[in-house]
């Protein structure tokens, strides 16, 4: 399966019978001045990097919540256990600048919601129909637990589905029953966070008939003219090669712990001593406004 940063092949994953899968970066990517490597995990080099390197940088661009995942599996006629078909079929759009098996899009191919009407019925259907998989043209992918759907915000105000793979700019979370004022709550705190200083997202909140919804503006894409650009990123699970079940400092699982102490020798490590101090300013932040869900796939590279 090959792996695109719009026009351009990054590498491909090669698959075997008897073989785990792995990962090879295109000759043509790494003879470019400036190409970008998939994770610090994965730098760029001709040797393939094998799959215990590549599994966890690839499942983390999956949702965690095992039913989204059955339920697309199901819709998609892939089992659900291979990460490869799921992302060969609904990855050309997913967090950061790669797109799978296809180019992603950079501009502007939509399908316009008509109506709050039937904004509020894509809302109703997310459960049964995780990122619209299956409907024709559509290919997003998101991380995390709560039900989102990537859109594409118009110049006048309207809000578009993606499809043939072009980009999204922001990312529609619907309120969650379980969750009570969590919309309100994180547009708030997301509002906090960018006035006093710390990098943010645009955030707004809307009402589709019953439901209401928090809309987050895509802080890795990038306006460029009348298209759109992809700015790659990871999370740090991602950049600490680790499985999305590792997430947080106090968990259940018997697999590795992490620290507050790993995310910032990553960011040393990468050269990133600058953003060492936004990282530090950040939690600070999150300890004051009681954030408790502040975990490695909330922050990223």
Not at 44 to 59: F, K, N, R, T, Y
Not at 175 to 204: F, I, K, Y
Request: hydrophobic content about 40%.
């Amino acid at each position: 399966m090959q792996l695109l940063y719009e026009r351009y092949p990054v590498g491909e994953i090669i698959t075997g019978d008897t073989t785990a899968p792995a990962f090879r970066y295109d000759p043509a990517w790494l003879a470019q001045g400036g190409a970008l490597s998939l994770s610090t995990t994965l730098p760029l080099q001709s040797q393939p990097w094998g799959w215990p390197v590549l599994a966890p940088w690839l499942i983390n661009l999956l949702p965690e919540d095992n039913h989204t995942i059955r339920m697309m599996a199901r819709i998609l006629d892939v089992p659900h256990t291979d990460v490869l078909a799921l992302l060969g079929r609904v990855g050309r759009d997913t967090s950061g600048a790669i797109s799978f098996a296809e180019r992603g899009g950079t501009g502007c191919e939509v399908r316009e919601v008509a109506s709050e009407d039937e904004l509020e019925r894509i809302i109703g259907e997310l459960p049964r129909k995780p990122f619209l998989v299956g409907e024709d043209g559509v290919s997003m992918l998101l991380a995390g637990v709560q039900s989102k759907l990537a859109v594409r915000v118009l110049e006048r105000g309207g809000i578009a589905i993606p499809v043939n793979g072009t980009a999204s700019s922001h990312i529609l979370k619907p309120a969650s029953d379980r969750l009570w004022g969590g919309v309100q709550n994180e547009a708030l705190c997301l509002t906090l966070a960018r006035l006093v200083g710390l990098r943010a997202p645009d955030v707004s909140t809307g009402r589709a008939g019953q439901r209401l919804y928090l809309l987050v503006g895509r802080y890795d894409r990038v306006p460029q003219g009348e298209a759109l650009r992809r700015l790659h990123q990871e999370d740090f699970c991602q950049a600490l090669g680790l499985p999305p079940s590792a997430k947080y400092q106090h968990n259940q699982t018997s697999g590795p712990k992490v620290s507050f102490a790993a995310m910032m020798d990553r960011l040393r490590a990468i050269g990133g001593t600058g953003e060492v101090f936004r990282l530090w300013d950040a939690m600070v932040f999150n300890v004051l406004c009681c954030n408790t869900d502040a975990h490695l796939k909330n922050y990223s590279i």
